[in-house]
């Protein structure tokens, strides 16, 4: 009965949309590209409006607008944040096709506030969405002087890190899996380097940023928490430019210019790590400390983003996209020791970690008419795990081997996506923007399989391959969506997402209507509400704890369910003297089919995935805060965030509910940019947080064994508490930096310095069971029992320098 209703309300809704269609005036269409005068690259969410009318619109991913009007005089308004507004009349009597381009400036004048006032905050029907210049974040202070793209997003409220230094998105209650994180359309499946201390983004490739956490339009589907799209650089149409810069970790550098100037351009950046250059010379040291025995290894990650752009006519685009990266960690210790000049030993233990992400995207658009807009699109991505043991050991006596023996242990994961689908953009008027599309996807899953290799002498070899064996899916999706506006002061967005999943012979399928509500108030108030329901296919089975990569994705089966989740969430909007946006949302989110670990089990438990888990519900709710200036020569924001999150599995914590172990009650996060002048700014972020939800023991028991008697410790059960029934002290932590720019006569130079945890604040990362024992004169034993807390990071200095020609 619920689905049928929401299926007639859909309906209704549609009905209503129709009537920005009856319209019998004549009426024609402005359309075209908004693009960087200087760069050529497309501007993605400027807007186009007509301030005598307060009709306007604004452009999509690809910088296309479509804006239809009466035959009447039109006065454009063309503006978009950071750039200069440029105007421009004309009297409408047919269809046109015109492009902008605007340049860097801060002109403010009558015609730009009214124009922008179609940007703001309470005119967006969109609620739950923050979209964060990649200029402001560059500003931001980095740990190490590493611009990171996702821990500028955790100062966001309702976003969270999983811990101290850690780039993985918790958001409104879900986990690191239900953010669904784009990459040029396509996703990206792990985006940790170091171990979750950095992400794999580099900002000097990146366009744009936007994250959606809660009001999904019905184009975005197949997780539960948020979606996260990253645009990379097109690549400069007019002129050959470069930049990078050197830090104390990585350095970066960034081609781009025009292959066929205003017609095919490119973009190639690379980025590196030198931790393992820096370690050689200590690894060498331990090297030297023991005669015979040799260290070698070190740890090092790489990331390289390419993209071609190539305009065929006003009416047809290609774009190729490509992101590769890696981690690589290795260790290896030799020994070689030699007796009596006859016989000689030599022994090799070798362990090595890699994980990497590959993406490419093709992508095509199309100009069927001025009102309607396509790109074809094809993707790959893969994710792929490696970790490894190998052990050698061999005698040789009067120089003949007589003792020959190796074991080698390699352990592989992985998933492995290829993609294909269609949207439509299609703008009959100004009250109605509709999109439209379809796209199937095929999966790999690779669950892990350990393979071992053991060799001896006079003995026969052994090679077995032990895990589950590859899982393929098919995944299927189609949307439609309409934005509306009736009248002034309504807006919505209607739409409906379907979608299939095919595997192992089952079939899941789920329809997910979405809407969202804007209502203008006196005083230009926005009352904004949203519902949307979601539907995930895939799993990512974790442990909860420290970020490595042993995290496996997997499908859902006949066995594991989907997950599911539906949110619901309501809130006000305003603009304040033109510069501060001031939004509050409440939210609850109730999610279905979440997957954990059985108690005990892990992922070196082979055999069977499906029989080491079990699945569960959670819930989410809570109030945010969010205040934000974006123009002038002071910007930051500031915001709150009050929440609770739970999680209930039938045989965890005894089917009780417990918190999630990244319920924080309060989280607040304070950020500010002021720049004194074109060569000085100075950045600030402040972040608090109550502390983590985590698990202790509370009582032990002694059972003595016949060989404790031969210990100074008996053997000892410990008993936990209730999952997650203690709390981390609260955490919070204070970064800066400044940047000194200069122009040089043939490049711009810029010295950052900065320092991470200013107050050196020694936050909570994991809290342990310590234990100490005393005698007295007559030999009786005191023993004491205490929780110590271990911090990773106390102040850290940072130091980068950056170039531009």
Known sequence: MKRITNYVLFAFLCLLSVQGYAQNEERYTISGYVEDAETGEKLIAANVFDPEKSKGTTTNVFGFFSLTLPKDSVYLAISYIGYETKYFRLYLDKDISMNFSLGIGTELNEVVVTAEKYERVEQKTQMSQVSVPIKQIKKLPALLGEVDVLKSLQLLPGVQSGGEGTSGLYV????????????????????????????????????????????????????????LEINMKEGNMKEFKGSGSIGLISSRLTLEGPIVKDKTSFILSGRR???DLLAKPFIKAASNAEEGVDFTGGYYFYDINAKINHKFSEKDRLYASVYAGDDRFKVKVSEDYSYNNNEQYIFENESKLDWGNVTAALRYNHLWSNKLFSNVTGTYSSYN???????????IFGGETVYDASFA??????????????????????????????????HTFKPGALNFQISVTDEQPLDTLIGTGNTTSMDYVAYVEDEISIGDNFKANIGVHASAFDVENELYWSVQPRIGLRYLLPGDVALKASYATMTQYLHLLTNEGVGLPTDLWLPSTARIKPESSWQAALGVAKTFRDQFEFSVEGYYKKMNGLISYKEGASFIDFGDWQDKVEQGEGESYGAEVFVQKKKGKTTGWLGYTLSWTNRKFENINSGNVYPFRYDRRHDISAVLIHEFNDRISISGTWVYGTGNAITL???????????????????????????????????????????????????????????????????????YADGERSYDDLGNVTESRSFKQLSIFTIIPSFSWGFEF
Do not use: C
């Not at 950095?198 to 000097?204: C, G, I, P, T």
């Not at 242990?409 to 008027?429: Q, R, T």
């Open 172 to 227: 409104r209650g879900g986990s690191p899996d239900q953010n669904l994180i784009l990459l040029d359309g396509v996703p990206v499946y792990n985006v940790s380097h170091l171990f979750g201390f950095f992400s794999v983004f580099n900002a000097d490739a990146i366009n744009n940023v936007t994250l959606t956490k809660g009001g999904f339009p019905a184009r975005f589907g197949g997780r539960l928490s948020s979606v």
């Open 273 to 275: 790590t030198y931790l």
């Open 385 to 395: 795990l490696t970790t490894g043991v190998s052990v050698s050991e061999k005698d």
């Open 409 to 442: 242990g390699v352990y592989l994961s992985g998933i492995e996506d290829l993609n294909a689908k269609i949207d439509f953009d299609y703008l009959p008027n100004p009250s109605n923007h509709i999109r439209f599309g379809v796209g199937a996807t095929h």
């Open 697 to 767: 023991p509370v009582s032990r028991a002694v059972v003595y064994t016949p060989s404790d008697f031969f210990s100074d410790w008996p053997t000892e059960i410990q008993y936990p508490s209730d999952k997650n029934a203690f709390r981390m002290k609260p955490y919070h932590r204070m970064d800066i930096g400044v940047d000194f720019t200069k122009q040089k006569r043939l490049y711009k130079r810029k010295f950052t310095i900065g320092a991470y945890n200013v107050y050196n604040r020694k936050n909570p990362f994991f809290i």
